[in-house]
């Protein structure tokens, strides 16, 4: 047994022993590779186009805080190389897959004071319009389905004027036709947030305020899904005020434009739409998050 277990010990260092040059010439290959993702900085000798190719691999491997780190140290140690704007500009884009949204556009502003007349620069303008779009999704409204124009409508404005300085110094910009559907979609959601805010002033009474409403979205969000929405908020409101005349006119407008609405019954007569306190149906969200 002795002898077995000798012969064991022997083989197993003797294996050791064979294996041992081999390892000493991979060590610094390991730490090389090892620590080339992570310390990439410390490299006192690491080139500008290697700096950037890395950051280029975190992107596609969607690494963003990785990338974020590379194109930064690239900026810092080779400000007028080859790669210092377009590093710039890759980092807004990994600012806002990072979910950095006041770094993206601070980064956004920053390339284009700096590079009015770049090539890309209309990229710039277009990630900060993205920014802002995706800026209000929050987690709940991944998990609860969630009316996004119950939501404030800030970022949703903030977007939609981002998109707007886009096209009115870029119309002929590759990322114009995106920004133009997006324009359309948050014009809507816009229009939508003030019906809310009207129908919020129904139900308090405020009468007044909420013609303000109505007639700001036919003013200002003509086109959008809102306006019979609007010009509805109108009539109840004036017959609630008993402003006969007023709800009589806005009622044509209504019914010769958009005979359908929900308003109107099949006569184009007025029926009440329910805005009034208590009016709504109460479900456990309204009363979770208390209306």
């Not at 140690?77 to 807004?92: D, M, N, S, T, V």
């Not at 114009?176 to 019906?195: F, G």
């Not at 006969?244 to 359908?260: F, I, Q």
């Amino acid at each position: 047994r002795r002898l077995c277990f000798n012969l064991k010990k022997f083989n197993r260092a003797d294996s050791f022993s064979m294996l041992r040059p081999f390892l000493i010439a991979l060590f610094p290959l390991i730490l090389i590779f090892g620590c080339s993702k992570d310390e990439i900085g410390e490299d006192p000798n690491a080139t500008e186009l290697f700096y950037y190719q890395s950051a280029q691999d975190s992107l596609r491997a969607s690494n963003y805080a990785g990338a974020i780190q590379k194109l930064q140290m690239l900026e810092s140690r080779f400000p007028f190389g080859r790669y210092a704007e377009q590093a710039q500009l890759e980092i807004i884009y990994a600012y806002f897959k990072s979910s950095q949204p006041e770094a993206a556009k601070s980064a956004a502003d920053r390339f284009i004071r700096l590079h009015p007349s770049h090539p890309s620069v209309d990229y710039a303008y277009y990630l900060k319009g993205m920014v802002s779009f995706e800026q209000d999704k929050n987690f709940l409204a991944n998990i609860i389905p969630m009316d996004p124009s119950t939501r404030d409508p800030g970022a949703a404005r903030q977007s939609f004027n981002d998109f707007s300085e886009l096209l009115r110094l870029f119309p002929d910009s590759e990322y114009a036709p995106d920004a133009q559907s997006k324009m359309k979609y948050l014009r809507n959601l816009l229009a939508q947030s003030e019906i809310r805010v009207a129908e919020y002033y129904i139900e308090r009474g405020a009468y007044v305020a909420a013609v303000n409403r109505g007639r700001y979205v036919l003013e200002n969000f003509q086109g959008s899904v809102a306006v019979p929405d609007g010009l509805a908020i109108m009539v109840e409101a004036y017959k609630m005020m008993e402003m006969e005349d007023l709800a009589e006119k806005t009622l044509k407008v209504l019914v010769t434009n958009y005979p359908e609405h929900g308003s109107l019954d099949k006569n184009g007569n007025f029926k009440r739409t329910g805005h009034k306190s208590g009016g709504k149906t109460r479900n456990w969200l309204r009363t979770l998050t208390l209306g």
